[in-house]
T-cell receptor
């Protein structure tokens, strides 16, 4: 079955330090991978995606993610965290051949950045 | 460019009552999705429309949930009758390319 795992419920980082939010996936075929961020009482905002090509993708607000096919991972990273990055982050996967664009989400990781 | 609009933002109903949510996607986006997000979980797809046709409704509890997309633009999601376990945030999203989805602010439903 297609699935996405975010092994950490919460990640705590000091402002200015690098951050990583982990995501692994299990899909058949070639996955399309996404990161979304959710601020309180707001909808999900698209951060970045991997469809094909360079394994390192850059997105909004200085975030980037690296696709690793052998480890079936798509970890979200940022070199220097900001307090304003504190939010709930969701990894999602879609796959061609099924319902185009049908996203399967992980359960989310709460990122807390302390000053 | 205006984002995805949803209303109402909040709704409280008693079990066995009915409720309806409305969504207006971004102009020109042919694909529209409804997701259910239960507290502490990621969103789960309920139904996907391409223009005014249903692409995927395999996870829609059809005995109580229904959805329509009139003229390929606005969409309405209805629950009748509601159960306690329907308490969740209902998110509408739209997409032009089928890859990036743009989400509305959601409707928080509380069933008592």
């Amino acid at each position: 079955a297609q699935s996405v795992a975010q092994p950490e419920d919460q990640v705590n980082v000091a402002e200015g330090n690098p951050l990583t939010v982990k995501c692994t996936y299990s899909v058949s075929g070639n996955p399309y991978l996404f990161w979304y961020v959710q601020y309180p009482n707001r909808g999900l905002q698209f951060l970045l995606k991997y469809i094909t090509g360079d394994n390192l993708v850059k997105g909004s607000y200085g975030f980037e993610a690296e696709f690793n096919k052998s480890q079936t991972s798509f970890h979200l990273k940022k070199p220097s965290a900001l307090v304003s990055d504190s939010a709930l982050y969701f990894c999602a996967v879609s796959f061609y051949g099924g319902s185009q664009g049908n996203l399967i989400f992980g359960k989310g990781t709460k990122l807390s950045v302390k000053p | 460019e205006a984002g995805v609009a949803q209303s109402p933002r909040y709704k409280i109903i008693e079990k066995r009552q009915s409720v309806a949510f409305w969504c207006n996607p971004i102009s020109g986006h042919a694909t529209l999705y409804w997701y259910q997000q239960i507290l502490g979980q990621g969103p789960k797809l309920l139904i996907q429309f391409q223009n005014n046709g249903v692409v995927d409704d395999s996870q829609l509890p059809k005995d109580r949930f229904s959805a329509e997309r009139l003229k390929g633009v606005d969409s309405t999601l209805k629950i009748q009758p509601a159960k306690l376990e329907d308490s969740a945030v209902y998110l509408c999203a739209s997409s032009k390319s089928g890859y990036e989805q743009y989400f509305g602010p959601g409707t928080r439903l509380t069933v008592t």
